[in-house]
């Protein structure tokens, strides 16, 4: 635990809620016995995170209104970003997982990552309040905040998706939800968004609203459709390579 206490410039005053923090529930499920896993802690830390990040945003952006403070904290709280701020931990290499997720990709999972990143935020807060969660996360991700807060908005990637195919042909595409995973409070999906037959892009996140939002920005970004026009694989221009 001392390497994880290191990485993260905290120690614990009760160890055990940093080993509750970075076991998974397949651990106690393939044992099949109680073992305090990180669900609960998770779904503190979702709410200590939103609450850090909100106060953060409301006194940088001082003459913004709700709408665009809202965007940009979905911008720090998708999956994409926790996964992000999980990595620069190397939080997988710290989990305790079953020997099947093990097996599976565990360790790298987006989903792990972004429950475990969420845990550990969590864990943080119950054994050294508020101010110690802030410090976590500023202390460790100033910069990622600041970068991914000066990355260019998307405006509408679902309306730009449509005005681009209606273009070419007047089918509209369509979103489907292949896949949804977590607890209750806290539902994953993904999002695949398909046209004329093709499987144009896939994308996950914390809402349908957002795997939908994920996968017309995956779609835009690869342009599959290209491919039913000419038969060859789409060229990506020098921002996609």
């Known amino acids: 635990m001392d390497s994880i206490e ?6 614990f005053a009760n160890p055990d809620l940093l080993s509750e923090a970075l076991t998974h529930p397949s651990l106690a499920s393939e044992r099949q016995r109680s073992l305090p896993d990180n669900q609960r802690l998770e779904y503190l830390g979702d709410s200590v995170i939103q609450l850090v990040l909100t106060e953060a945003l409301f006194h940088r952006y001082p003459e913004d209104g ?9 911008r720090l709280v998708s999956r994409e970003a926790l996964c992000l701020f999980a990595k620069r931990l190397e939080l997988g290499s710290h989990l305790f997982l079953g020997k099947g997720e093990l ?3 565990g360790r790298n999972r987006p989903s792990n990552l972004s429950d475990a990143f969420e845990s550990l935020t969590g864990a943080v807060y119950i054994d050294g309040g ?3 969660a802030q410090g976590f996360l500023f202390r460790n991700f100033g910069a990622l905040i600041d970068e991914i807060l000066s990355l260019p908005e998307e405006m509408n990637p679902k309306g730009e ?6 273009a070419i042909a007047p089918a509209s595409p369509t979103y489907r939800i292949v896949a949804q995973e977590g607890p209750d409070h806290f539902k994953s999906f993904i999002a695949e ?3 004329e037959g093709m499987t144009l892009g896939q ?3 914390n809402s349908k609203k957002e795997a939908e939002f994920q996968a017309a920005s995956q779609a835009l970004r690869e342009q599959r459709w290209a491919e039913k026009e000419t038969g060859e694989e789409p060229v990506k ?4 390579l």
């Not at 290191?6 to 120690?11: D, P």
């Not at 221009?237 to 996609?240: D, R, T, V």
Request: aromatic share 6%; charged share 25%; proline share 0%.
């Open 161 to 166: 998706l449509q005005e681009c195919l209606q």
């Open 203 to 205: 994308g996950s996140g």
């Open 103 to 105: 097996a599976s990709g």
């Open 6 to 11: 290191a990485k993260i410039g905290y120690r």
């Open 193 to 195: 968004v398909h046209w």
């Open 130 to 132: 508020l101010e110690a």
């Open 66 to 74: 709700e709408g665009r403070l809202t965007k940009l904290r979905s």
């Open 237 to 240: 221009n020098s921002e996609q």
